[in-house]
């Protein structure tokens, strides 16, 4: 089982981005997929789920600015980022849920990394 | 509430156990799950549901929940259990995930 995160970069205020995570080694199209981050130096942020089925939830802090969204034909989940702020500087993890389902996430990628700043 | 609350730092001398606790509303409805993040790695699944430890995670590692509290207990601590450690759950609605703010625990 295996998850890559991409898409990280530094970015201006304002800007958009979209991250990527390909994932493989599982029957991706079966389960809920999270992205959660984590700012330089603080704890972990819970963003975004999308469940097999499309059904996505997201935290209050990114709701209206972020949209996640999978293509289960390439085994991919993605972040689209627009109105970036400096608060979104993060490390992004892309993450799978356990067989028992969410909250419980058993597989996380490396991270990449988002940098909003002029 | 929507909030999970850990301490923020916690240590214990090697091989004694410890004890670290994540409090929230949601805990009396929904089981807490436990993380372990060394640094520079990604957060780690060392128990999820009741007590339900994944394929490897060794069993010095236990979890037990009290009302709205949810706790991580670590008998006979190893140094390579230092370590952060991040509670989550679902939180009141059922509908997102919460984290806890993370414990560092230091292994004297």
């Known amino acids: 089982v295996q998850l890559v995160e991409s898409g990280g970069v530094v970015v201006q205020p304002g800007g958009s981005l979209r991250l990527s995570c390909a994932a493989s080694g599982f029957t991706f199209n079966i389960y809920t997929m999270h992205w959660v981050r984590q700012a330089p130096g603080k704890g972990l942020e819970w963003i975004s789920l999308?469940?097999?089925?499309?059904?996505?939830y997201y935290a209050d802090s990114v709701k209206g600015r972020f949209t996640i969204s999978r293509d289960n034909s390439k085994n991919s989940v993605y972040l689209q980022m627009n109105s970036v702020r400096t608060e979104d500087t993060a490390l992004y993890y892309c993450?799978?849920?356990?067989?028992?389902?969410?909250?419980?996430?058993?597989?996380w990628g490396q991270g990449t990394l988002v940098t909003v700043a002029s | 509430s929507s909030e999970l609350t850990q301490d923020p730092a916690v240590s214990v001398a090697l091989g004694q156990t410890v004890r670290i606790t994540c409090q929230g509303d949601s805990l009396r409805n929904f089981y807490a799950s436990w993380y372990q993040q060394k640094p520079g790695q990604a957060p780690v699944l060392v128990i999820y549901?009741?007590?339900s430890r994944p394929s490897g995670i060794p069993d010095r590692f236990s979890a037990s929940s009290s009302g709205n509290t949810a706790s991580l207990t670590i008998t006979g601590a190893q140094a390579e259990d230092e370590a952060d450690y991040y509670c989550?759950?679902?939180?009141?609605?059922?509908?997102?995930?919460?984290f806890g703010g993370g414990t560092r625990l230091t292994v004297l």
């Open positions: 999308i469940d097999g089925e499309g059904t996505t």
């Open positions: 993450s799978k849920e356990h067989s028992t389902g969410w909250p419980n996430l058993d597989c």
């Open positions: 989550n759950s679902r939180d009141s609605s059922g509908n997102h995930v919460v």
């Open positions: 549901g009741k007590t």
